[in-house]
């Protein structure tokens, strides 16, 4: 595997790909790799001929009081991993090659409506944040395809949405979440856990099986399914941010009769801010 930190050698590898007549596909990650990102890489070799990876611990996308400063940066044992799991061309700029005039007054990307809801009225302005250097990686690396884990399934839709209505050209492609053996979602967080706390994180998965359950027994009332959700992760310890049943498309309020639903939560526990979601087809 290549590693290069700046965007002149990305172009140049990818456009010899491309004038081979070779398909790209693209797995942006913050790095501090774990199971997930590295099924995300399996997968995008079964959609193309050659696979890129980036590393970049986005400022733009952590509040001023996030945890940017202590975000894990493990770039050898990253290299290896990608190296090992088959990954062609390793991305891993430093901040001024991807923000040379800095962080203020940049050109960004919105995605209105979306981004404003949810994890983004908890955390403003970070998906904002998570559209500009998505886009700019995007620009970079120019790939056909790019893949990204379902368990961000908010992040997953703004990028969607983003692709789509500013012709970008791409396919984008979820991949469903990769779980621990108790179910609790592969994150680059769950590192922070204390170990009671780590017993305690199964509970997030827990309780949104508990309101899937709720609604495949027919439960139409969603606000008593999620005001049940906030109160059983209250009294297992969590800082519930939400837990919200939403029509899995576009996260909207579901209409009535709405069969493709997602329930997403986001809680935090200690200093760890967990988020999860299941997808239900209730068809
Ligand atoms: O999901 C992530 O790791 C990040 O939000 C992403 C997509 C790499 C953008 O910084």
């Known amino acids: ?17 491309h004038a081979a007549g070779q398909r790209v596909a693209f797995v942006p990650t913050m790095g501090n790799l774990h199971a997930g990102h590295i099924h995300l890489v399996s997968e995008a070799r079964r959609h193309a001929d050659r696979v890129v990876a980036s590393i970049f611990v986005n400022p733009l996308q952590f509040g001023v009081n996030e945890d940017f400063s ?77 893949l990204f884990g379902e368990k961000d399934y908010q992040q997953l839709l703004v990028i969607r949405r983003m692709v789509r209505e500013l012709n970008m050209g791409l396919e984008v492609v979820g991949v469903p979440t990769v779980r621990e053996a108790d179910g609790l979602a592969m994150s680059s967080r769950n590192g922070y856990l204390q170990a009671d706390e780590r017993k305690l994180a199964t509970e997030v998965y827990a309780t949104l099986q508990a309101v899937a359950a709720g609604l495949r027994g027919g439960v139409t009332d969603y606000a008593a399914l999620e005001a049940e959700a906030v109160a059983r992760l209250e009294r297992a310890g969590f800082r519930p941010d939400y837990v919200s049943v939403r029509r899995a498309e576009d996260l909207v309020v579901p209409p009535a009769g709405e069969q493709r639903l997602v329930v997403l939560a986001a ?17």
């Open 70 to 146: 202590a975000y894990p940066r493990t770039l050898a044992a990253d290299q290896a991993e990608l190296t090992a799991a088959g990954c062609d061309l390793l991305f891993a700029p430093g901040e001024q090659e991807m923000y040379p005039r800095g962080r203020d007054g940049l050109s960004f990307v919105e995605v209105p409506g979306l981004s404003d809801i949810l994890c983004g009225a908890f955390r403003p302005g970070h998906f904002r944040g998570v559209a500009t250097v998505v886009s700019k990686l995007f620009n970079i690396v120019r790939p056909d395809v790019a």
């Open 267 to 283: 809680a935090r526990l200690g200093k760890t801010r967990l988020i999860d979601n299941l997808l239900i087809n209730l068809d």
């Open 1 to 17: 595997m290549h590693t290069v930190t700046t965007i002149a050698e990305v172009r140049s590898l990818v456009a010899a790909w």
